[in-house]
């Protein structure tokens, strides 16, 4: 069981499902939902989430994305696209031990800042680890 949740508290979380698909995104959108550099994120199945304090706010960022967020400090929270139905994105930093889904890789690293230095060794993808570009 995972569990996590907003800065505040206000919305909470748990998640009956293994994380797969961890990465540290580097593309514009997440940066700027985010406020940061790069967003951890890791995919699980829908079904396998469940808010269990508050709910969070839901913000479709593009034709196929919805984000969401906590409506009381903002936390961004989740990613799912229309894309991969069967795969919601947990932002890991919102785990209340992102060590259990430490990223593999990094994923568009074409959008990265130029000021940011991928050292740690994880293999980087130009876009998508499925697009293999």
């Known amino acids: 069981m995972l569990r996590g949740g907003c800065f505040c508290r206000a919305v909470r979380y748990e998640i009956d499902a293994e994380p797969t698909n961890q990465t540290i995104c580097h593309c514009t959108m997440c940066r700027h939902a985010a406020g940061a ?3 951890a994120w ?22 196929h994305a919805t984000r969401s967020f906590c409506p009381e400090c903002g936390t961004t929270l989740t990613y799912q ?3 991969t139905p069967g795969d ?8 209340d031990e ?36």
């Open 37 to 39: 550099q790069a967003v």
């Open 42 to 63: 890791f995919s699980v199945p829908p079904d396998a989430v469940r808010f269990v304090a508050g709910e969070p706010r839901r913000y479709k960022s593009s034709e």
């Open 81 to 83: 696209s229309t894309h």
């Open 88 to 95: 919601l994105d947990i932002t890991t930093c919102s785990l």
């Open 98 to 133: 992102p060590d259990k889904a430490t990223p593999v890789d990094h994923t568009f690293v074409r959008s990265k800042l130029s000021w940011v230095t991928i050292a740690d060794g994880l293999p980087a993808y130009p876009g998508t680890r499925r697009d293999g570009i």
